[in-house]
């Protein structure tokens, strides 16, 4: 009986890289077949697509009596073990729970789990247990690969350059355990070498060229066919046969069929009736649509490798910290001392208001309505804990320390100030015509840092305001005569509040977003880079599965990450959040998970992290900048104004705000808008992340 068959296989890459080119390969039950070749030769493709991991291009492939495909894998998984050339294991699970993790994913009785992993522990050396695979040697790290191809007793074994970086004793060990697993089990192994030397010990051998087989035998029949000593020998010498067009072996129809004189075929009959039970007392034979026991696998290695990952932990709590740090100390504050330049022509020389001042006291030294020097007293209401006073002499040097952005701007004091202030009279009658009330003081100031200017701006009118009171209580007049007959209220927020509440919402839904993305990215890249997304697929487990774990940990970790943001908000952040604090938490769970979606969904484009993290990032950027976080939507274009709006980003700012500073419950449309839309989006990404790993399952 064969046990794999391929007819006729022709497979080409980029429609150029012609690999298998009409291949034909039997391996009968029981036999270790061992299929040698130079590098490059379509070793591995041929062993992906017997797997079904890579498509051929024409042929077919037979593996346990079930036609296999891409589009078609084994009905039979958890008959087949496969080590691939790397190493493809979770750096971060030790030596058991690797095997553990195989068993599980492999639905194996635990008991028997637990025999087996002791069995193969023992033939392998691998006695540390407890070690983490990424604190084992290389030759270490193909043991444990080794050891989870066999964990689940499989009737075919697929062993992709197995004993490379072993020492000669672990080879024989191996090799060994080969022969009495075929002899005894009656497996089936498949097996490339590059030590050609080894390969002597196999049943039958395919030596592969040029995408066919040269020849396909058993190394007893390939001496004495080809009069040589060893199978290097036998390869040369098929390889100048090639050459010259002189060997008959290449022409597959033609090729001697493998003697397989090393196998008891009685006994193979027993034994296949053995094995075959003791794997259905291993597995469960019927695999199901969801099994717990995948599942807890599945969950159990995620939050193992996340919390062995000190980067990777130290993101999960640390982000939120530094992000409501970052909105406490360094948003929405300005400088305490900002650079603002003085030239007062009102009096004599720069120094002269600070001894004038300390001899009247700082109050206006007349009990008449009359003053002198009064822009000292102006210059003194301004307030020198948030502006710094920089005196000049003249108008030009100002002008070029501020335009050489050493101070944020000037005022420059007309020399009749306190003649046009005096000469001003409160019951509003006009003042002399040779005097101008405006320019008195004219202000200078670096637009391009419009945040500084309006509150330079804001802080010299008050300055003026409070100025311009204590000289009406000077002449004993009424100061609300300064009144501005408009006067501002306030049905949300407070006037007086600063720039951190009006950034909050947009900055807050921004980081959250970032974080999820981030943090989902690297989460199923991981897997896909590591190689252990191919094995744990080979094994069974349904893309669903996988998805369905990703999701899971990824909702756990944002549950985190939200219980810190809280902890931080309420010891840090002092705005007031007069809204539901638990909705604003679902309603920040649901942003994260959108932005995980959005991760996973872009993960599976590429598995190069730096083209993740910056498609990541860029996706952010765009959302941002159209999101009314930098500037407000209705200010778009409006073709952006429409894409805005279905951004996961630009709803959810306003729901933020709604909720926190306007105390808008669930009934609100801007609330429930805001979790329709993202669970939206978190359905459209999933769907298609799932689309897009079910159409490219494999990775390369
Ligand atoms: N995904 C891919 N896209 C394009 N070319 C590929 C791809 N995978 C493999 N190849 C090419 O196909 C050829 C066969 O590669 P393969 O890995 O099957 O060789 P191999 O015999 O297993 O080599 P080795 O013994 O070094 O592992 C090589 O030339 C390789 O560059």
């Given at each position: 009986m064969n046990s794999i068959e391929v007819r006729g296989a022709s497979k080409t890459y980029d429609s150029k890289t012609l690999v298998l080119n009409g291949l034909n390969l039997t391996v009968q039950t029981g036999w270790i077949y061992g299929l040698i070749g130079p590098s490059g030769c379509g070793k591995t493709?041929?062993?992906s697509c017997i797997l079904?991991?890579?498509?051929?291009?024409?042929?077919?492939?037979?593996?346990?009596?079930?036609?296999?495909?891409?589009?078609?894998?084994?009905?039979?998984?958890?008959?087949?073990?496969?080590m691939p050339q790397e190493t493809a294991l979770v750096p971060e699970l030790t030596i058991k729970e690797t095997l553990n993790y195989f068993g599980n994913i492999y639905q194996m009785n635990p008991s028997l789990m637990k025999q087996r992993l002791i069995m193969i522990c023992d033939l392998l050396d691998l006695h540390d247990g407890n070690k983490r695979v990424n604190h084992l040697s290389g030759g270490g790290k193909r043991r444990v690969s080794f050891a989870a191809a066999l964990i689940h007793n499989p009737e075919i074994l697929i062993l992709d350059e197995p004993t490379v970086g072993l020492d000669s004793i672990l080879r024989e060990k191996i090799w060994k355990f080969q022969i009495e697993s075929t002899k005894l089990s009656n497996t089936t192994v498949i097996i490339t070498t590059h030590y050609i030397a080894e390969a002597e010990k196999s049943d039958c051998c395919g030596l592969m060229k040029n995408g066919v087989l040269l020849i396909e035998d058993s190394p007893q029949n390939i001496f004495k066919n080809l009069g040589v000593q060893n199978l290097e020998e036998a390869f040369l010498n098929l390889c100048i046969r090639e050459n010259t067009g002189n060997n008959k072996n290449s022409l597959n129809d033609e090729r001697p069929q493998c003697s397989h004189e090393f196998v008891n075929h009685k006994k193979v009959k027993e034994e296949t009736k053995l094995s075959t039970e003791t794997t259905k007392d291993l597995i469960h034979e019927k695999k199901k649509k969801f099994s717990n026991q995948t599942i807890k696998a599945l969950l159990n290695k995620e939050l193992v490798r996340i919390f062995r990952q000190p980067y990777e932990i130290g993101f999960t709590f640390v982000f939120p910290l530094l992000q409501v740090f970052c909105f406490t100390v360094a948003l929405g504050k300005f400088s305490k001392e900002l650079p603002l330049g003085v030239i007062n022509r009102d009096v004599i020389d720069t120094n002269f208001c600070s001894e004038y001042l300390k001899s009247t006291n700082y109050e206006f030294n007349t009990s008449t309505c009359t003053f002198e020097h009064l822009s000292c007293y102006f210059l003194n209401e301004i307030d020198d804990k948030s502006v710094k006073k920089i005196y000049y002499n003249s108008f030009e040097e100002a002008f070029d320390e501020a335009k050489a952005a050493k101070t944020f701007g000037f005022i420059s004091i007309s020399s009749n100030f306190t003649d046009v202030m005096s000469q001003r009279k409160f019951d509003w009658q006009p003042i002399s015509e040779n005097f101008s009330y405006s320019n008195q003081i004219s202000v200078y100031l670096d637009h391009t840092s419009l945040q500084f200017s309006y509150y330079l701006k804001n802080k010299l009118w008050k300055t003026f305001e409070k100025f311009n009171?204590?000289?009406?209580?000077?002449?004993?007049?009424d100061e609300r005569l300064e009144d501005f007959p408009l006067r501002f209220n306030t049905f949300h927020g407070e006037l007086d509040a600063d720039h951190t509440i009006m950034m909050y919402p947009g900055l807050f839904a921004l980081a959250i977003m970032l974080g999820g993305i981030l943090f989902s990215i690297s989460s199923l890249s991981q897997n896909r880079i590591e190689g252990i997304w191919n094995r744990t697929l080979l094994a069974g487990v349904k893309t669903s599965e996988v998805l369905f774990s990703h999701v899971i940990i990824l909702i756990f970790c944002d549950l985190i990450e939200i219980f810190v943001l809280k902890i931080a908000t309420i010891f840090l952040l002092k705005s007031p959040i007069i809204g539901n604090q638990l909705l604003l938490g679902l309603f920040c769970l649901v942003l994260y998970m959108a932005g995980n979606s959005i991760g996973l969904f872009i993960s599976v484009f590429t598995n190069n992290v730096a083209v993740l993290n910056s498609s990541g990032i860029m996706v952010v950027i765009a959302f941002t900048l159209s999101s009314g976080v930098v500037w407000p939507i209705e200010g778009l274009h409006s073709v952006l104004k429409y894409f805005s709006y279905i951004t996961p980003l630009t709803l959810s700012i306003a729901t933020i705000r709604n909720i926190v500073f306007k105390g808008f419950t669930i009934t609100h449309p801007t609330v429930y808008g805001g979790f329709l839309l993202l669970s939206g989006w978190i359905i459209l990404m999933l769907f298609l992340c799932y689309r897009m790993l079910k159409k490219k399952k494999f990775t390369d």
């Open positions: 493709t041929l062993l079904g991991m890579k498509q051929l291009d024409e042929g077919t492939i037979n593996v346990l009596g079930q036609e296999v495909s891409y589009k078609n894998p084994s009905k039979f998984p958890h008959r087949i073990g496969y009171k204590k000289m009406l209580r000077h002449c004993e007049l």
